[in-house]
């Protein structure tokens, strides 16, 4: 697709679609107009959208329908840091159970309550100046790659690959994707925030302003200071103008635990400028891998560094050198729907043995429910080179010295009760999983990456950030003290 094509479709989705919202609340029932609700409403320049508005679902639904019966009484869809600053101040002054959201993709419903969702989706903007980027808190990526400049010279926001991802989210808890091993986390590249705090008043945090809080944003996930509204980036420049993306698919026990190895090979031959994933499953017809991503090289060089791959004899694959944009729109996912899911990760330091993939396979081979369930794993190599050139105090994001994430991940069709939240896992998938865990355990240094929070992750606070723990509850305590922004894995006011 040409560069031309390429805006065009990410301006279709993008921008072009923001500012949709007129203001009025024609849809609010009449019984709320008398009461505290109806004060919010009058503070507010955005709407306040309620469960019989046809767009309440899509803006109050959790991205994980394990908690899909955690919903709001209605969501504000804030226009202004103004806005954002009122339904703050009217939560806390009538004790109303609220949450912040933004792409609303958090994996444990981070983003949703029983009260208020307050709502970033209309603050989605994003302007360049130069190789600065300022950006408004509701962007997601799809709107931010939209304005990223043409011509010769390429600039990056590194970030994830999925379009819906908001920035927000993505960047308070680190941000990683295909080009981080190159260009480092998303929030490596953040030079500063608004935010609006517990009591309501708007605050800039940067290197030089409140450098703690600004610490603490880069990596400590949202939901746990105050509500950002505004972020600055500065962009990192491309350093080639042309790409390798490959997938090799594989079948079969043998074959796809030597499609590991070999991946864990390609990656050593390219170092920073090779990413992609080993994403393997169980289906009906058996285990199943695919291995996917990118060489920053062209045709002869990136044959080079996929040798191993290609050694391995894949059932099928597809190797193409493309223009940067072109591999950078193939590396997207495609938009999927809210499903019902319990993802896993584990960060890992070194390759992996050999026996740790004949280990893994076999399991996934013994996935309770293949065709009726997704049973899968992932060997993420998004991780390393630049993002391990930053020490692990520099930022709140402390696994600087990780070179895969281990990501067991399940999911199943419907909630058994979906009344209540979370729903149950099935007895056989969770104990699937929880042996899978038990398995990688070994190979991993105990940490969790804090943007795909697990509610059964014991001594979270510790495995999301580890030494710098004591740190970031201090910055809990000076912005938060009475824990105003909380969900069940809040940062603690005190590290114990
Ligand atoms: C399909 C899918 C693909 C993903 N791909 C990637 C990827 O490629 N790379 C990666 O690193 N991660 C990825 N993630 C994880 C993702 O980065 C996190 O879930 C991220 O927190 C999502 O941000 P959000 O704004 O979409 O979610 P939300 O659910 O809206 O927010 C996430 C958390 O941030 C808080 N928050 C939201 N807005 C604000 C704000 N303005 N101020 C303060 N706190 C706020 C919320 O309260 C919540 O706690 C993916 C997740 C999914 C479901």
Redesign the pocket.
């Known amino acids: 697709m040409s560069d031309l094509s390429r805006r065009r479709l990410l301006a279709g989705v993008g921008l072009g679609t923001l500012g949709l919202v007129a203001g009025g609340w024609s849809s609010a029932p009449a019984y709320a107009r008398a009461d505290k609700w109806a004060q919010l409403q009058r503070q507010l320049t955005g709407q306040l959208v309620w469960p019989d508005d046809p767009r309440y679902v899509r803006l109050a639904q959790p991205?994980n329908l394990r908690y899909a019966a955690l919903m709001p009484k209605a969501v504000a869809l804030c226009k202004s840091v103004e806005d954002v600053a009122a339904a703050v101040r009217w939560a806390r002054e009538t004790d109303t159970p609220f949450?912040?959201?933004?792409?609303?993709?958090?994996?444990a419903a981070?983003?949703s309550a029983t009260g208020l969702i307050i709502s970033?989706r209309r603050m989605a903007r994003g302007r360049l100046d130069g190789a600065t980027l300022y950006a408004q808190?509701g962007a997601r990526n799809r709107d931010l790659a939209a304005i990223l400049p043409e011509g010769d010279d390429l600039y990056l926001l590194p970030g994830?690959?999925?379009p819906n991802?908001?920035v927000?989210?993505?960047t308070?808890?680190?941000?990683?994707?295909p080009n981080a091993t190159w260009a480092g986390l998303t929030a490596d590249h953040l030079r500063g925030v608004t935010m609006v705090t517990a009591t309501g008043d708007v605050v800039t945090a940067s290197a030089t302003v409140n450098p703690d809080l600004f610490w603490g944003l880069r990596g400590g996930?949202?939901?746990n200071f105050?509500?950002?509204?505004d972020l600055t980036y500065e962009l990192v420049e491309v350093p080639v103008r042309r790409a390798t993306t490959f997938i090799f698919d594989f079948s079969g026990v043998d074959a796809v635990s030597r499609a590991g190895r070999a991946w864990q090979e390609a990656r050593r031959n390219g170092g920073r400028l090779i990413s992609g994933s080993w994403f393997a499953g169980r289906g009906t017809a058996g285990v199943w891998c695919r291995v996917r991503g990118q060489v920053l090289m062209g045709g002869r060089e990136a044959s080079d560094v996929l040798a191993p791959l290609i050694a391995a004899e894949p059932d099928a694959s597809e190797v193409t050198t493309r223009s940067w944009w072109d591999a950078y729109l193939w590396y997207r996912t495609p938009v999927?729907p809210n499903n019902t899911f319990w993802d896993r990760s584990l960060y890992a330091e070194q390759d992996l043995p050999g026996r740790a993939f004949d280990e893994i396979t076999r399991h996934l081979d013994a996935f309770p429910q293949p065709g009726r369930a997704f049973g899968g794993f992932q060997l993420l190599g998004w991780l390393g080179g630049k993002v391990n050139d930053v020490p692990a105090t520099q930022t709140a994001y402390v696994h600087r010295s990780a070179r895969w994430i281990l990501e067991v991940m399940s999911g199943w069709a419907d909630p058994t009760d979906p009344s209540v939240w979370p729903t149950r896992v099935p007895a056989d998938i969770r104990e699937w999983v929880e042996q899978f865990w038990d398995l990688l355990l070994p190979y991993s240094n105990r940490h969790s990456y804090q943007?795909?929070p697990d509610p059964a992750l014991e001594d979270f606070a510790r495995a999301y950030y580890g030494r710098n723990l004591p740190r970031l509850s201090k910055v809990k305590r000076a912005w938060d003290p009475d824990d105003v922004f909380t969900?069940p894995q809040a940062i603690p006011l005190t590290a114990g």
């Open positions: 991205r949450a912040v959201r933004g792409g609303g993709h958090n994996y981070g983003s970033t808190a994830g690959n999925c991802v908001g927000t989210g993505l308070l808890g680190g941000g990683i994707g996930a949202g939901g105050g509500v950002v509204t999927s943007n795909f969900y």
